[in-house]
């Protein structure tokens, strides 16, 4: 810190061309530094004669920026005029302090980042404060003279440049008003073919709709149509096969089992698409209750008992220990979980089929996930985005010997969404496929964790 008394006019002259000095030093631009002097000036002599004034320079490097702080103290004497110290902050910032009879003025002038350190500022403030040449009344005259030119000089020089600023602002201006009027042409052109684009779709939408709702009536008709024929094959090849039928050849007996079977598979379709059709109606209603997974589970065993290779594959189910509990329609689980199954069965050539029930980690809303994996042929990546369209089936050695009418997936996922669920495929070609059916309890009880991880039964 270095502080030095003010007692005269002419050291007054003098705090002005040190203060100047000082910001100079300190990297302050020129009107930083004119500010800075013209407050200490005028603060320096109002003052004057004051006993023991004194002023003194330090730097403030606690804060961010560091600051110059000026400090002027006297013992007695009084108090600043408010006009002199509304003066000096227009110009710096300035606080008045008096307590137990010693009188101070702080000027705090903030810095501008240079790159020195703090001790190097204190190096320059210090030799910028050495100089003690008196000054005169001239000499300060001489200085105010200067600075006012060169606050006119800059003065000027930035109202050319605010001239030449709104020259081109006014340029820019037309440049954006035609720009402005171009584009609102051209997005009242695009709003007209956004409009027409958009009617067209609207017409397509409803076409669209229009061809969804015939597919379905026709679906419907069809199907409804089928079914009474069926019915009625499957019900003649009953009564033949019947006991209390007249005998029949061994060849008879057999051609009548294929006529059967035949029949039954087309049932089953003729169903499944009646189904698929409602439920893209939104016709097919849902009846949930408590659902008994022992009894489902031992019930599909049944169905799919008769339908594979039991040498080269294994069908394994959850064990009937205990299940979680589930509130769903039985009825359209059941053809979830037959479908899913079947076709596991039916493109798997050795190995397994696994279904495993557990209850939905998650803990709200309550759900059981449903899980069939099989070691079968699986999906190569660039088919499966289309395993769920209605009637599509992967093209292949496969297929050989393995009809079937691509209604499997779409109708299983159909159902399962139906049932306000979820159902998700991953695959892998050669190694196997796994489906994995996620459906809420639609009677919103907390389920029960079974025990059943690793637990399971070949069937």
Same mark, same amino acid.
């Given at each position: ?166 020259? %081109? &602002? #006014?340029? !820019?201006?037309? +440049? *954006? /008003?035609? =720009?402005? $009027?171009? @584009?609102?042409? %051209? &997005? #009242?052109? !695009?709003?007209? +073919? *956004? /409009?027409? =684009?958009? $009617?067209? @779709? ?258």
């Amino acid at each position: 810190m270095t502080s030095f008394g003010l007692s005269s006019a002419q050291d007054v002259f003098g705090l002005r061309r040190r203060a100047q000095q000082a910001a100079a030093a300190l990297a302050l631009d020129h009107q930083d530094q004119v500010r800075l002097a013209t407050a200490l000036s005028e603060l320096g002599r109002e003052r004057l004669g004051s006993l023991d004034l004194r002023v003194s320079f330090d730097l403030d490097t606690t804060d961010r920026p560091a600051s110059l702080v000026v400090t002027f103290d006297w013992s007695v004497g009084p108090p600043p005029a408010p006009e002199t110290v509304d003066l000096a902050r227009k110009l710096v910032q300035v606080r008045h302090q008096a307590d137990s009879g010693a009188n101070r003025v702080v000027i705090t002038q903030p810095l501008p980042s240079d790159g020195a350190g703090a001790a190097e500022r204190r190096t320059r403030l210090a030799e910028a404060l050495r100089d003690g040449t008196p000054s005169t009344e001239a000499d300060d005259l001489r200085a105010r003279t200067q600075d006012l030119i060169a606050t006119l000089e800059e003065t000027r020089a930035q109202r050319e440049e605010l001239r030449r600023v709104n020259e %081109e &602002l #006014e340029e !820019t201006n037309r +440049g *954006v /008003l035609a =720009l402005y $009027s171009e @584009l609102t042409q %051209e &997005l #009242e052109t !695009t709003n007209s +073919g *956004v /409009l027409a =684009l958009h $009617s067209e @779709l609207e017409d397509k939408r409803h076409q669209l709709q229009e061809a969804g709702e015939a597919k379905t009536r026709f679906w419907t008709n069809v199907s409804h149509e089928l079914r009474t024929p069926v019915n009625s094959v499957v019900a003649l090849s009953t009564l033949l096969l019947a006991p209390s039928s007249p005998p029949l050849t061994e060849e008879q007996r057999e051609q009548i089992n294929l006529v059967a079977s035949s029949g039954h598979t087309l049932l089953s379709l003729v169903n499944d698409l009646l189904d698929v059709a409602k439920a893209e109606a939104g016709h097919l209603d849902i009846h949930p209750r408590p659902v008994d997974l022992r009894l489902l589970v031992a019930h599909l065993g049944g169905l799919l008992r008769s339908g594979y290779d039991h040498d080269r594959v294994t069908l394994v189910t959850p064990g009937l220990e205990q299940q979680p509990t589930l509130v769903t329609d039985e009825t359209l689980l059941v053809r979830i979980l037959r479908n899913l199954l079947s076709n596991a069965l039916k493109f798997t050539e050795r190995g397994e089929v696994r279904l495993d029930i557990a209850v939905d980690p998650e803990p709200s809303p309550h759900a059981v996930l449903f899980t069939v994996t099989d070691t079968g042929i699986g999906i190569p990546p660039d088919e499966l985005g289309r395993v769920f369209e209605a009637f599509y089936q992967v093209r292949g050695p496969h297929q050989n010997g393995r009809p079937g009418t691509g209604l499997g997936l779409p109708y299983a996922r159909t159902l399962a969404e139906l049932l306000g669920g979820s159902l998700t495929l991953t695959s892998t070609v050669g190694v196997g496929t796994r489906v994995r059916v996620r459906l809420p309890d639609l009677g919103l009880r907390p389920l029960k964790e079974p025990d059943i991880e690793g637990s399971g039964h070949a069937r």
